[in-house]
């Protein structure tokens, strides 16, 4: 301000002749309110400036996002680490219940070995299932296994243990060895059945249709525990 103020003041003394004297102060005056306009002008320019480019940038932003978003739901994610693979059926292994049971896959208990105290003629097993018992008279090759509830004459109820000189033809056979025995699981006339060679004769256990009590593992016990005379 102050160079301007003397050059102001340098034009004035050189003023022609007639003209009134230059009124330096008002000059001044007036040049700091053109700079103060000129200054307002370009800040206000600035902020308009700047709200143009961030709108423009949301907006561009905005859009892409708009975009991405769907392309995903019309095509779906395509990165492999976030893709379900289908879903593969599995047995379930057996899980314990309250008070010491187990139950099998399907929801029911499953069958409880313990140690058998009874003479089943010539049929010895050291296992059977708890709260069955056999049936008398037991016949010499033959052993007829019922719960307390079952009717006498609900035979497909029952469990047969029984000895044969040759095996029987199953349906849907499972071959599984263990302890040194060959055990073959599968269904004979509808009932879940399974037969071992013991010594020279073959162990027959047919179990009641339609039972989920007596998984595989549990069958195979029971027969491996077997002897015949």
Known sequence: ?????????????RAADGLPDADIEADVTRGR???????????????FCIA?????????????????STSEVAGGSTDPKTTAAPATPQSSPAAPAK????ISMFGAPVVELVANTQPWNTISCTLAPK??????????????????????ADTAAKVLVQAAPQARSLSGVRVTEGAGKTFRLGALDGRPTGQVKVSDQWLLVELPKGTVEWPDDVLRRFMGSCTIR
Not at 33 to 47: M, S
Not at 99 to 102: A, D, N, P, Q, S
């Open 1 to 13: 301000m102050d160079e301007v103020k003397r050059l102001l003041e340098g034009f004035a003394d």
């Open 33 to 47: 309110l053109a700079l103060r306009r000129i200054k307002r002008r370009r800040r206000v320019t600035g902020v």
């Open 52 to 68: 143009a480019v961030s709108a423009l940038v949301l907006a561009i932003g905005n859009q892409v996002k708009w975009w991405g």
């Open 99 to 102: 008070g010491g049971e187990t």
């Open 131 to 152: 709260g069955w018992t056999a049936e008398t008279p037991i016949a010499a090759n033959r052993v007829v296994l019922s719960q307390p509830k079952t009717r006498t």
